[in-house]
């Protein structure tokens, strides 16, 4: 079954760390590119980093650049997102999602999502 | 960064009617060299992670109903639902895939009258 399951959400205080893994399955997962989605409670859908199929290309939105890193392991067919100085505003639901080429475009599969809360 | 701006915020249709919600990018999502829109739709619904239904503005997914329909060009788009049904109900966004930071639109609800 082609699938996205994220693990490593939960609670965190302000300026800690946490690494989020997507495990993906059915799919030659080092063909595609992957990302992270993010979604603030009742809020809309924010791009968080991309990473190219060829695993050479890593891209940032700005609110996260210097603080998060994306990365894989193409043998564990897992996605990581490692969230260094987590703030409260990074607080959401974060999907993993995998792009229709190895190229960073759209997403034509998605994770159920973990939940990150950055809170005191 | 291109800013997608989605209109309305939320609209109520009745079962069998149009509902039309329109996305409009800050900046052309049209890349001349092989005069395609790079923009999709998502349909979320409730508890649920996003759902692919349309890329490249008009090309719909494999088992997304045809009363799902996309059109626009440039920084002007739409999508139409032709008949809307129970399940439709979710909210609705648009993404430009032009350039990064991708960017997604505000989100339009749609609800049943």
């Known amino acids: 079954e082609v699938q996205l399951l994220e693990s490593g959400g939960g609670l965190v205080q302000p300026g800690g760390s946490l690494r989020l893994s997507c495990a993906a399955s059915?799919?030659?997962?080092?063909?595609?590119?992957m990302s992270w989605v993010r979604q603030a409670p009742g809020k809309g859908l924010e791009w968080v980093s991309s990473?190219?199929?060829?695993?050479?290309?890593?891209y940032y939105a700005d609110s996260v650049k210097g603080r998060f890193t994306i990365s894989r392991d193409t043998s564990k067919n897992t996605l990581y997102l490692q969230m260094n100085s987590l703030k409260a505003e990074d607080t959401a639901v974060y999907y993993c999602?995998?792009?229709?080429?190895?190229?960073?475009?759209?997403?034509?599969?998605w994770g159920r999502g973990t939940l990150v809360t950055v809170s005191s | 960064d291109i800013v997608m701006t989605q209109s309305p915020d939320s609209l109520a249709v009745s079962l069998g009617e149009r509902a039309t919600i329109n996305c409009k990018s800050s900046?052309?999502?049209?890349?001349?060299?092989?005069?395609?829109?790079?923009l999709a739709w998502y349909q979320q619904k409730p508890g649920q992670p996003p759902k692919l239904l349309i890329s490249?503005?008009?090309t719909r997914e494999s088992g997304v109903p045809d009363r799902f329909s996309g059109s626009g060009s440039g920084t002007d788009f739409t999508l139409t639902i032709s008949s809307l049904q129970a399940e439709d109900v979710a909210v609705y966004y648009c993404?430009?895939?032009?350039?990064?930071?991708?960017?997604f639109g505000g989100g339009t609800k749609v609800e049943i009258k």
């Open positions: 999602a995998k792009d229709r080429t190895g190229l960073v475009r759209f997403f034509d599969l």
């Open positions: 059915g799919f030659p997962f080092s063909n595609y590119a």
């Open positions: 990473l190219s199929g060829s695993g050479a290309n890593t």
């Open positions: 900046q052309s999502v049209l890349y001349s060299s092989n005069n395609k829109n790079y």
């Open positions: 490249w503005a008009s």
């Open positions: 993404q430009q895939y032009y350039t990064t930071p991708l960017t």
